[in-house]
């Protein structure tokens, strides 16, 4: 091959690679609005089934304490079964079938909602739809695998603030289902049986979105692998054109066998850890880290904090300023639009800052937040636009250190525990997450009387988390790689 022949072909090799890195980027960004159609479908279905389920249990002759029950057997069931999904995404580097297998679950558990024979069947299906949800730990893996770690808070914040926009469009649909009144053959569809059919039929037309638009596309560490090992071949190819004569064939030869045996121990590498990706795993050495511990923790508290306030609001809000429904219904759409507004901001600034600053301004935030609703809102003084206006600032300021909290802990969570085993790590940690909003609620739920006793524990439990993020502030930080390529052209 003549020295034009090789330049075309290596022309014809770099227009058909560009060609495969726009597909790739193509399915990529189609992958990523699925996932946020995903956790839309989330949203919405809190949303819809939250404002009647205490009416349909009434219906259905169900103790008080049965409202409890349903609204912790979803977390319950996703706090079990996230894990496992998450082992079965890191085993098999999948994600799509994965979720077509759990959308079934929240297809069965929505339609046994509807059906709504008695209270028991009502308190599984709420069990069965949180199965599906457990496989959210899986995409998140996947998100970990496929950006890389600068873009990847800004990707957990879209991602978060997609089902922030579930809830705040759920009330709207709502506004419909209300006024369902006929019957579906021998099933009655009303207000409150309508929601459960509504999103069956949803997560039944997400499963054929998921068919069309999801990929697993390859994590970003292997399409950049590729890359560098094509690009590196490419350069010994045009090194090696100007050579003549004996010293050209003995330096041909001797590049060519390296690059094989580098090429052949990498693949034999990666395909070695593709099929155990759990070999040499210790969960002692992966989740009692300083650093690990400290963001659960900050995962927990977030959690246990955020569901205690909406368990108390309510209450607070009638008691306080006689809010009906629909003043309720205004303030948590205020409420929604404010969060969906600070995920964004959060994502712009984690381009400009690093994680650990996003999580330490967001503790700074919710600290205060707590403070000023301990000294205004306990012992409420003052005339009826005073007491609202401090209930205002304390909600707006609780609201806003959220999204700085979330987004960082998550992205540094996916920083400092393994790639190759993150299903699972993203698993533990929404277990953690699961665990919080179980027990959130019931902390609030006795106490909605005794506010210094309940706002008193949750700023307890932020000083503690401030002061370990302060302690742990080194750490807290993506891990150094030595590229071993680094070191072998140094070296060389």
């Known amino acids: ?183 579906l053959g021998p099933f009655a569809v009303n207000k409150y049986t309508s929601p459960g059919i509504f999103m069956c039929v949803l997560w039944l037309l997400l499963q054929f979105v998921v068919l069309a638009t999801y990929w697993d596309i390859p994590p970003i560490s292997s399409e950049e692998g590729v890359t560098v090992l094509e690009l590196k071949q490419q350069e010994v190819k045009e090194e090696e054109v100007p050579l003549m004569g004996s010293d050209e064939e003995a330096g041909h030869t001797y590049s060519a066998v390296n690059s094989d045996q580098v090429e052949t121990s990498t693949l034999s590498e990666t395909a070695h850890e593709a099929s155990n990706p759990f070999q040499n795993f210790s969960v002692s050495r992966e989740f009692l880290r300083e650093e690990v511990v400290v963001l659960l923790t900050a995962q927990f508290i977030t959690l246990f904090n955020q569901t205690a306030l909406e368990t108390m609001v309510t209450p607070l809000t009638e008691n306080y300023f006689n809010f009906g429904e629909l003043g309720n219904s205004l303030m948590y759409s205020l409420c929604g639009v404010e969060v969906i507004v600070g995920f964004f901001f959060v994502r712009w600034l984690s381009s400009k800052v690093a994680d650990r600053v996003v999580l330490a301004v967001g503790l700074v935030i919710c600290c205060t937040a707590c403070i000023w609703c301990l000294i205004f809102l306990c012992k409420p003084q003052g005339g009826y636009e005073w007491q609202l206006s401090a209930f205002i600032v304390g909600v707006f300021l609780q609201l806003l250190g959220l999204p700085f909290v979330a987004v960082s802990q998550v992205s540094l969570f996916s920083k400092v525990t393994a790639e190759k085993t993150q299903g699972l790590s993203q698993g533990v940690r929404r277990s953690v997450g699961g665990l919080a909003t179980i027990l959130g609620p019931l902390w609030a739920g006795g106490l909605t009387n005794n506010l210094y006793i309940m706002l008193g524990m949750m700023l307890a439990l932020l000083v503690m988390i401030t002061v370990m993020t302060v302690l742990s502030y080194d750490r807290l930080t993506e891990p150094r790689v030595v590229q071993c390529a680094q070191s072998s052209d140094s070296g060389g």
């Open 1 to 183: 091959m003549t020295f034009k022949d090789n330049m075309y072909s290596d022309q014809g090799f770099q227009g058909s690679k560009l060609l495969t890195t726009m597909d790739n980027q193509q399915k990529r960004n189609l992958t990523f609005f699925t996932i946020g159609l995903i956790f839309m479908l989330s949203g919405i279905e809190y949303a819809v089934i939250l404002p009647t389920i205490w009416r349909y249990l009434q219906i259905l002759e169900a103790p008080p304490y049965f409202l409890g029950l349903g609204l912790s057997a979803f977390s319950l069931s996703a706090l079990l079964t996230g894990p496992l999904f998450g082992i079965w995404s890191d085993r098999s580097k999948t994600t799509k079938y994965i979720i077509l297998f759990s959308n079934i679950f929240e297809i069965a558990g929505n339609f046994m909602y509807f059906l709504g024979y008695s209270k028991w069947l009502l308190l599984c299906s709420r069990l069965v739809a949180g199965i599906g949800a457990g496989a959210g730990s899986s995409i998140f893996g996947f998100l970990t695998r496929s950006t890389l770690p600068e873009e990847r808070a800004g990707i957990f914040a879209a991602v978060m603030a997609c089902r922030q926009a579930g809830l705040l469009v759920g009330p709207a649909f709502n506004l419909f289902l209300r006024l369902c009144d006929f019957k």
